[in-house]
């Protein structure tokens, strides 16, 4: 696959949605046609291939090579690179993030989620040491290959300061 050129704002929009995160994990550990893609999200296949194409013009999503659907049909598989972990911050991702993690969590069987919530106060240094910790085993699970047996897990990570408390 050819990288698109740089391009933070086109990346910015790519992401800026809901839907396209949703699909992008979808395709994190194996590829699906627009059509699965479509049939998990309960989405228009049209609506999902919009978001699809946008996906793959910004590298988040790849083509595979095409195989034959259940009745003969020529079907395009998507697989997500990954390089969606490495694109910078930009506005309103927090909120996108969120609304796809919810939507995700309305979705999982009650008896998965596990939950904290905690209160702490940091000095600067202890705040660098979190955050450093944080996106080092971030970074691990994310440069990991997939176990083949593993059960899929969502993570969501928030860290801000408590208004309420200042």
């Not at 991702?93 to 796809?100: D, E, G, P, W």
């Not at 106060?121 to 085993?137: G, K, N, Q, W, Y």
Request: charged share 30%.
């Amino acid at each position: 696959m050819t990288e698109p050129a740089p391009d933070p704002d086109a990346d910015a929009r790519a992401l800026a949605s809901t839907l396209r995160l949703r699909i992008l994990r979808i395709c994190l550990d194996e590829s699906h046609t627009n059509r699965e893609i479509a049939e998990r999200l309960g989405k228009n296949p049209a609506t999902v291939l919009h978001h699809v194409r946008t996906l793959v013009d910004r590298g988040f999503l790849a083509a595979e090579p095409v195989r034959r659907g259940p009745r003969g049909s020529r079907e395009v598989p998507y697989r997500a690179t990954g390089r969606s972990w490495r694109v910078p911050e930009f506005p309103g991702q927090q909120q996108v993030m969120l609304n796809a993690f919810l939507e995700e969590l309305a979705e999982a069987p009650e008896d998965s989620v596990v939950m904290t919530r905690l209160g702490v106060r940091l000095s600067p240094d202890e705040h660098a040491e979190l955050m450093r910790r944080v996106d080092e085993f971030f970074a691990e699970l994310a440069d990991r290959e997939p176990t083949a047996d593993g059960d899929p897990y969502s993570i969501l990570f928030a860290l801000h300061l408590d208004a309420g408390r200042m």
